[in-house]
């Protein structure tokens, strides 16, 4: 498929979909890397991500390694709000992707460690992702938000005391805490 034909067979697919749509189904779809290589090449990478953007998967198969980060850099560029990607691979030709993506899992095993050492997270074997999206990936967003609710009103309360403080020292400028008081603030309000 070239020029036109590529256009044509894009439109087409785009009816279809809304077709799908329409009768509330359920779309995927899957692309070639050699596909691929010619939606780049005519510059329909957009047309390409508004197609896929209404699909519940989109599979790639058969890609080189620069064209797997060419897809993850195409949805942090082009999606809006802009999504926290997720690259997950288990061998060297999946590390390009893995540092593209915001965050990335490298499955050890039979292809070697090269993605493991590229990643971000590191899982013996692709069973245990379900443990670390759900599980620890709720745990890991629980503690950062009590961490940012924590440094907030911390910050709250020291300014306030600061204000407060100004008004009794007759604006002289002095300082109301001891060095030993602001390195160990934190702990003490955390107990």
Not at 15 to 44: F, P, R, W, Y
Not at 50 to 65: D, F, L, M, N, Y
Not at 146 to 161: D, E
């Amino acid at each position: 498929l070239t020029g036109e034909n590529l256009k044509a067979s894009l439109e087409e697919i785009r009816i279809q979909h809304e077709k799908a749509k329409e009768s509330n189904m359920d779309c995927a779809l899957m692309v070639t890397g050699a596909a691929l290589e010619q939606i780049s090449h005519e510059s329909l990478m957009e047309d390409f991500f508004e197609i896929s953007q209404g699909c519940k998967v989109v599979v790639a198969c058969r890609v080189s390694p620069l064209q797997k980060s060419q897809l993850v850099r195409l949805v942090r560029d082009s999606a809006h709000p802009q999504p926290v990607t997720l690259a997950i691979g288990d061998g060297a030709n999946d590390v390009p992707m893995i540092q593209e993506a915001h965050v990335g899992v490298g499955v050890s095993g039979k292809e070697g460690r090269q993605a493991v050492n590229a990643a971000d997270f590191s899982i013996a074997q692709f069973r245990f992702l379900e443990r670390l999206l759900v599980v620890h990936g709720r745990w890991d967003y629980r503690r950062t938000c009590k961490f940012i609710l924590y440094t907030f009103w911390k910050n709250a309360i020291i300014t306030m005391l600061l204000f407060y403080y100004t008004f009794f020292s007759g604006y002289s400028g002095t300082c109301m805490f001891t060095s030993t008081v602001w390195t160990s603030f934190s702990m003490i309000l955390f107990w």
